[in-house]
């Protein structure tokens, strides 16, 4: 077994002890599209929303949640902490080196929100009537743009922050920002045209427009997934720059 596939089968064990990030990553998501999922209203059709239900709307809503907890909060705090303890500092010194760590905490939080992301489809599906995406391979791409941006803003926070508290302080200045881009508070297709062409720049309100036309069949439009792709560009290099192992 190499180093690397050591490192990640030693962290696997690890990130599944923790209850808690699993709840808020896998099952928090899942729990919000039930509650609103039985609000009797939400499940009618309207004319203002082109037919659909409010449930239709909110299930790519609740995999962009998934994938801002597993980005924006789980991820940073284990970076940081890894630093802020050392454990970085004295890999160095060994034949595995500390990106092996780092690339393994990304590959489980990934894989856990794109686990997330899977079980609301699917809850939505079976729980609640709403068709599966029209254009599977347009929700793909968008999905798999929206994860990369997801981790790379929590990389670039821990890359900011040099301690764990300071990750939960600098994670919730951006935190709260990208849950209401996402629509999690109001669906991005219900605020005022200005709002949403306004948020359309931001990547998880990019990402959210994109999911939302997956969805209804279409192919996103290159905008929305080129803004994501530009800010994972933008957030890999801030990581890149700022990170440190010590």
Known sequence: MSASAAVLKAESRLFFREPVSLFWIVAFPTVLLTILGLIPAFREHSSDLGGRRVVDLYVPVTVLLALIMSGLQALPPVLAGYRERGILRR???????????????????????????????????????????????????????????????????????????????????????????AGVYVPVQVMPDALQRVLEFSPFGAASQALDQASRGDWPEA???????????????????RFRWE
């Open 223 to 241: 905008t929305h997934l080129g803004v994501t792709a530009l800010w994972t560009a933008l957030l890999v290099w801030v990581a890149i720059r």
């Open 91 to 181: 890999m160095s010194t060994t034949p595995v080196r500390p990106v092996s760590l780092l690339g393994a905490q990304i590959v489980l939080h990934g894989a856990c929100a794109l686990g997330a992301a899977l079980l609301a489809i699917l809850v939505g599906r079976l729980g609640f009537g709403v068709a599966l995406p029209g254009h599977l391979l347009g929700y793909a791409v968008a999905l798999v743009l929206a994860t990369l941006s997801a981790l790379a803003m929590g990389a670039a926070i821990a890359s900011l922050a040099r301690t764990t508290k300071g990750t939960a302080v600098v994670g919730s200045v951006f935190f709260f920002p990208m849950m209401f881009a």
